[in-house]
């Protein structure tokens, strides 16, 4: 017997007993994202890990702690050195758009994606190595617009809400501007300073490097520290606040409930103006359902155009499916079990199989025969609608008999005859 393998730490099979739930969502995602006119984009699970460390930051705690390189087995393939496995979907997204030049062909390009990402994490309930999202990205020239932003965030709320969610709640913030952002960094660091001595150690590096992280602290003390720092707007532009001004009166219009949360920051380096987050206190302590915000200097950042700005969000696949729960939905059923009552009406029972499938009705059988009983007991399992009984006298007449398995009525008819009753 050779060596059992077990999975890696922190990923997940998802088996077909998951799947219905799993293909409800992307579904029903896809749906939603087709009515806001968002096409669908599909980039490598890996790519240049300077990608990800210029977009997030250098001081992320992602870039930092988070990121899963690759290593080529070949000590001279210099061509895969640099690379990992992506952390999150945008900086891909940014890195398609301007390798494609999409800006000089749409004004304004609205993109979703569905699939795993990739983090080094301490696994738990809620949080894997790999793990999936659906997001949305809105990039292009005409992109800065605050109705752009409502409508970015309406889709968010209205795509969980469709999907069965109502205990979520919706916080939202804005960074301001470049300018804005870097003068509420100044500020903050002037307000921290006289409490840094009682800062988590984690706090006093995220001091240095990202302070906005730490608003974002688990930490006991750092929280009451940043409870008393009695945050405010006092340091945006008047635009930004008027920007801000009109986010929120769009969002109340679409009748979209928020809160406002002036110490939400997100944590990576691109974002400016509108940022938001979408919790459900269900799931316990990673409560994020997904989250998302305005980045206006990314795609500069990352060799693009000055003048293209964007907006987006990511959606925890994982954690929509936790905080729904059991979700009721059925299994798609098998149409067909085909039978074959002894060993002489197997080679029938197969050509009746695959008749069945050419006409494009689900069926299987159970190849290696057994008492009509047993293989009974499997088409129940399978939840087939109908039963396809085989046995000496459909084989010397060319014809089956065709068993309802709810009404429990039966009758012996011709293959094309049994063919048309099954898919009325």
């Known amino acids: 017997m050779g060596k059992s393998f077990s999975l890696p730490r922190g990923t997940a099979d998802i088996l077909p007993s998951d799947i219905t739930a799993w293909r409800y969502l992307e579904s029903s995602a896809r749906q939603f994202f087709s009515v806001y006119n968002y096409k669908e984009i599909r980039t490598p699970n890996f790519e240049e890990t300077e990608l990800f460390a210029r ?115 919706l916080k939202i913030n804005t960074l301001g501007s470049k300018e804005d952002k870097e003068a509420f960094s100044k500020k903050l660091r002037e307000d921290l300073k006289p409490h840094l001595a009682k800062l988590s150690d984690e706090s006093k590096q995220r001091y240095e490097r990202n302070v906005f992280r730490i608003l974002d602290s688990k930490s006991k003390e750092d929280k009451a520290i940043v409870k008393n ?75 693009g155009s000055d003048n293209v700005e964007a907006i987006g969000f990511a959606l ?37 199989l695959n008749k069945l499938r050419a006409s494009n009705i689900s069926a299987d059988m159970h190849f290696k025969g057994g008492s009509a009983k047993s293989q009974m007991r499997i088409a129940n399992k399978s939840g087939a609608r109908f039963t396809v009984i085989i046995g000496a006298q459909e084989v010397q007449n060319k014809t089956v008999t065709l068993k309802d398995m709810d009404s429990g009525e039966q009758e012996e008819l011709a293959l094309q005859e049994a063919i048309s009753k099954i898919k009325s």
Request: charged letters at 25%; a negative charge; one cysteine or more.
């Open 55 to 169: 977009s997030m930051g250098q001081s992320s705690d992602v870039v930092q702690k988070q990121i899963l390189s690759l290593r080529s087995q070949k000590a001279d393939a210099a061509e895969d050195s640099g690379l990992a496995l992506r952390p999150e979907g945008t900086a891909s997204v940014v890195r398609s758009y301007i390798q494609n030049n999409v800006d000089r062909k749409e004004s304004l390009s609205k993109y979703f994606y569905i699939g795993p990402m990739f983090r080094g994490e301490r696994p738990q309930k809620g949080r894997l190595r790999q793990f999936h999202q659906m997001g949305v990205e809105a990039i292009g020239p005409d992109s800065a617009s605050p109705y752009l932003d409502a409508e970015v965030i309406a889709l968010a709320v209205n795509l969980l809400k469709g999907l069965g969610l109502k205990g979520f709640t």
């Open 316 to 352: 925890g696949m994982e954690r929509i499916l936790l905080a729904l729960g059991k979700v009721d939905i059925k299994q798609s059923a098998l149409d067909t079990f085909v039978i074959a009552m002894d060993d002489a009406a197997v080679s029938y029972a197969f050509h009746v």
């Open 229 to 303: 720092l009695k945050l405010d707007h006092s340091y945006l532009s008047k635009e930004s606040l008027d920007y801000y001004t009109k986010v929120k009166e769009n969002l109340t219009a679409l009748g979209v409930a928020f809160e406002e949360s002036v110490d939400l920051v997100r944590g990576l380096d691109y974002y400016t103006h509108t940022v938001f987050e979408i919790c459900d206190s269900s799931l316990g302590a990673q409560d994020a359902l997904g989250a998302g915000g305005r980045y206006g200097t990314l795609v500069a950042q990352l060799g």
